[in-house]
């Protein structure tokens, strides 16, 4: 349930309504430059990710607090879409004043969504077993875009189709599009609800101890170094993962976050175009995920990672050179790039979910989201680099666009060099690291 009411900020927010809304052409800039604040402003988002990031999760599940940041977390993004319903071009703020509030808005909800999702997979090793972990990882994923799929819809049909819309609500002041994330926010509070009072936060052994300590920031990385340290030289194939990971999962959230700004500004997608194309992709990935999830427990994480990111960076290519023959280039292959993206995010989680033993999921899914969330201003600063590129090989800004796709491709092929010489076998944990 909690991965099906994500998909209101995964697949709303972050992808296919409120970026391309941020972005799109004269709503609050020309499309360039939006899309280049974006980028910076995510950048941000994504270095106090990195900071942050690598002391939320073991301090809460020393505590037996996981579920309670869960919650904490979780609020905090729905309050962020929440406020993003007073980002409008028309707001008295002004336009230039409401695409930043937009921005930090959605960087905002970025952070607090990270640090939930510490929590979130953490709850993986207590629900399933190494033989069926793939499976259940699979079936959360495959939930989420499960979710994006009745959400969408339901929008669509509600707010974002043909007139009339719902409850009376017009297109002036971009109603429309503010009432859908509105509702959204609602989705994902509602869908929070069932994981926060059915499992339970659960404490370290040695919690017990610490109880009456007061632990300070400076504590706590302290802490996280001794657990990289005790990494290197237990588990040094983990730490090679986890390096793969950050990359090649970055690029993926990349995928989710410019994809949709893609379709808008290189294949013209209407905002209608980009939600039926956002339900297709959902009802393809959430297949995939579902299926690979089965397959993954037969055939192992790493396989099934190193065919979804060779898979993705064919189909990203073909987009990027073939992006002069129009929208079914991306109708062909966006769609199927998004095929890849759920089983490599359940398998890469469930990778090193197999590797952890029982009283350490904090511990490690935190430096897990460190890892990943240390490269986290990567796939934005990418996309604006390679969009600068663009503009100076082709001379000019609009039109260029097409550029950000390589800046993300080269994430995924980084991530994928990095995973190649991994050794699953070789790469679990131990009790006492």
């Given at each position: ?182 509702v959204s926010a609602i989705w994902f509070g509602l869908s929070a609800l069932p994981v926060l009072f059915t499992i339970r ?203 950000g796709i390589l800046g993300i491709i080269l994430i995924l092929l980084a991530g994928l060099a990095l995973l190649i010489p ?12």
């Open positions: 349930m909690w991965d099906l009411g994500s998909a209101a900020f995964n697949a709303v927010v972050t992808t296919f309504v409120f970026s391309v809304f941020l972005t799109a052409d004269g709503n609050f800039t020309d499309k360039h430059t939006a899309s280049s604040k974006l980028s910076i402003g995510l950048t941000i988002a994504g270095i106090f990710i990195a900071l942050l990031a690598p002391i939320t999760g073991q301090r809460a599940d020393r505590r037996g607090k996981g579920t309670l940041l869960l919650g904490l977390n979780t609020f905090a993004v729905v309050a962020c879409m929440v406020g993003m319903f007073w980002v409008y071009p028309e707001s008295s703020l002004g336009k230039m004043n409401a695409l930043y509030l937009g921005i930090f808005l959605l960087g905002l909800g970025n952070v607090f969504f990270e640090f939930a999702s510490v929590n979130y997979n953490a709850m993986l090793g207590r629900i399933s077993t190494s033989k069926n972990m793939g499976t259940i990882s699979g079936i959360g994923w495959g939930s989420g875009y499960m979710g994006g799929i009745v959400l969408l819809g339901l929008l669509l049909f509600m707010f974002l189709g043909s007139e009339p819309h719902a409850f009376g609500v017009t297109s002036t002041n971009s109603m429309t599009i503010r009432a859908s994330i509105l936060g659960r404490k370290y052994e040695s919690a017990e101890a610490d109880e009456s300590h007061h632990e300070s920031i400076i504590d706590s990385y302290k802490m996280l170094w001794k657990t990289v340290k005790d990494l290197y030289h237990a588990a040094p194939q983990t730490v090679l993962f986890l390096a793969s990971s950050a990359l090649f999962r970055d690029g993926l959230a990349g995928v989710f976050i410019y994809g949709a700004i893609i379709a808008s500004t290189v294949f013209g997608f209407e905002n209608s175009d980009i939600m039926i194309f956002a339900i297709a992709a959902n009802v393809i990935a959430g297949v995939a995920t579902y299926a690979f999830g089965f397959i993954e427990d037969r055939i192992g994480p790493k396989r099934v990672i190193l065919i979804a990111l060779g898979s993705m960076i064919f189909c990203g290519l073909v987009v990027f050179f073939l992006h002069s023959r129009g929208p079914i280039i991306f109708w062909t292959f966006g769609l199927a790039l998004t095929a890849f993206v759920g089983p490599a995010q359940s398998a890469s989680r469930s990778f090193l979910g197999r590797m952890i033993p029982e009283g350490r999921e904090g511990e490690v899914f935190g430096l897990y989201a460190t890892t990943g969330r240390a490269v986290s201003f990567l796939a934005p600063a990418m996309y604006a680099v390679f969009l600068s590129l663009g503009s100076l090989f082709t001379g000019q800004q609009d039109g260029s666009e097409y550029w991994v050794k699953p076998e070789r790469a679990h944990l131990n009790h006492q690291a």
